[in-house]
């Protein structure tokens, strides 16, 4: 029976263009060049047929469950599978991508579902991120340079699973300023809490990877944590947040009174261009001595060993005190990692958390170009 012009064109629009109909046609063109790629493999190097094995790949936008000819040597891999295994991996990062900028497996998987057509699990969504586990990996392990100007080293906490029970853990992250001035994410680490003891094992853990002189560590005031630094890098400065320090004497002080009380605080630590450390230190002594009276508990700030470690940014460059006497450039980090965490109930496990926050602290661009305030060079830090 001959079928006529118009009916071929009936049975490609009614048949095969509707509903799987293009789908059903890509498989089929993939499998037979597929196999008539094995017989002339199979005449090449003296093999045999040997059946076809099951594989799920991705295809112009589908999900197609392809039947893979085998050999009986088992060295063929048809080359059509190498160019269609590029579209997956692109897939995965694609669901990579849209998990790190905020969206749940749940909510990628429904992504996925529209555009493959078919539903995927949170846990078939967080298998195509295999490929980033191994990147995260490789990242925290990573070679780093010798010498870094200054590092900031800061916690957040992440309610976070282990086996059947959920509670908020700490993420440890250190961000470097490197000697061209520019930024960068050192590593990111795990613990169930914040203590001085873990930030030996992070700072071993720097030491380990290559660094060997850091010119200066900007931290939050955990107690200790110059001790840890010292420690591992015992030519060190240390400089304590006093944005922290300010805000905690803050909270000691009577409502009428914290204006008052937060602007003469905020004075002490504006400097001038020739302010020492000695400068600072008269300066609080003073501030203290204003308001003792109401407030006795002043007095033993003064007392205080760890005092002056507020006030280290006064040894340095007026041009650059305003970036390293707090943890402000930490704390943005940490606020994008936030971002990122807050739209999730909780972590699934340790291992996601830190995929996650790979994840997001590679892709911040902010972080790639040279910091424009380092208006001059200056004695302290070695930016050859």
Same mark, same amino acid.
């Given at each position: 029976m001959e079928i006529t012009q118009a009916q071929k064109y009936e049975i490609l629009e009614h048949e095969l263009l509707n509903g799987a109909g293009l789908e059903e046609i890509l498989k089929k063109c993939l499998e037979i060049l597929? +196999?008539?790629?094995? #017989?002339?493999?199979?005449?090449? $190097?003296?093999? $045999?047929?040997?059946g076809y094995r099951y594989r799920k790949i991705y295809g112009s936008g589908k999900l197609l469950e392809l039947q893979v000819p085998?050999?009986? %040597?088992?060295? @063929? &891999?048809?080359? !059509? =599978? /190498?160019l269609l295994k590029d579209q997956q991996e692109?897939?995965?990062?694609v669901a990579y991508s849209l998990y790190r900028k905020g969206l749940t497996t749940q909510d990628v998987g429904e992504v996925f579902e529209? =555009? $493959?057509? +078919?539903? $995927?699990?949170?846990?078939?969504?967080?298998r195509m991120f295999d490929y980033a586990r191994k990147e995260a990996e490789e990242w925290l392990a990573r070679p780093l340079e010798n010498y870094y100007p200054i590092l900031y080293i800061d916690a957040l906490y992440a309610s976070t699973r282990r086996g059947d029970s959920c509670s908020k853990e700490a993420y440890f992250?250190?961000? /470097?300023?490197?000697?061209?001035k520019t930024r960068e994410v050192l590593g990111i680490y795990n613990n169930p809490h914040e203590?001085?003891? @873990?930030?030996?094992? !992070?700072?071993?853990?720097?030491?380990?990877?290559?660094?060997?002189?850091?010119?200066?560590?900007?931290?939050? /005031?955990? %107690?200790?944590?110059?001790?840890?630094?010292?420690?591992a890098f015992p030519k060190a400065e240390v400089q304590l947040c006093a944005i922290h320090f300010q805000r905690n004497l803050s909270k000691s002080v009577r409502t009428k009174d914290r204006s008052a009380f937060c602007q003469d605080l905020k004075t002490v630590f504006q400097s001038d261009p020739t302010d020492s450390v000695r400068d600072g230190l008269r300066k609080f002594s003073e501030f203290c001595g204003k308001w003792k009276n109401k407030y006795p508990w002043l007095s033993s700030k003064l007392q205080n060993e760890r005092l002056a470690l507020h006030f280290t940014y006064l040894k340095y460059n007026y041009n650059?005190?305003?970036?390293?006497?707090?943890?402000?450039? !930490?704390?943005?980090? %940490?606020?994008? @990692?936030?971002?990122?965490?807050?739209v999730r109930g909780a972590l699934p496990n340790v291992e996601a958390g830190l995929v996650l926050l &790979?994840?997001?602290?590679?892709?911040?661009?902010?972080?790639? &170009?040279?910091?424009? /305030?380092?208006?001059? #060079?200056?004695?302290? @830090?070695?930016?050859?």
């Open positions: 597929m +196999k008539s790629e094995r #017989e002339i493999h199979n005449e090449n $190097y003296l093999d $045999y047929s040997n085998r050999t009986r %040597n088992g060295n @063929f &891999y048809p080359m !059509i =599978l /190498a692109e897939a995965q990062r529209e =555009l $493959y057509g +078919k539903k $995927y699990s949170t846990s078939q969504v967080s992250s250190v961000l /470097a300023v490197k000697s061209d203590s001085a003891s @873990f930030w030996d094992e !992070i700072l071993q853990n720097l030491r380990n990877r290559g660094v060997h002189k850091v010119g200066l560590v900007v931290s939050d /005031a955990l %107690n200790g944590v110059e001790n840890a630094v010292w420690r650059i005190r305003s970036m390293i006497y707090t943890t402000n450039w !930490i704390e943005r980090l %940490n606020k994008t @990692f936030k971002k990122s965490l807050k &790979y994840g997001v602290a590679t892709e911040m661009s902010c972080y790639n &170009y040279p910091i424009t /305030a380092f208006v001059h #060079e200056q004695q302290h @830090f070695r930016w050859d």
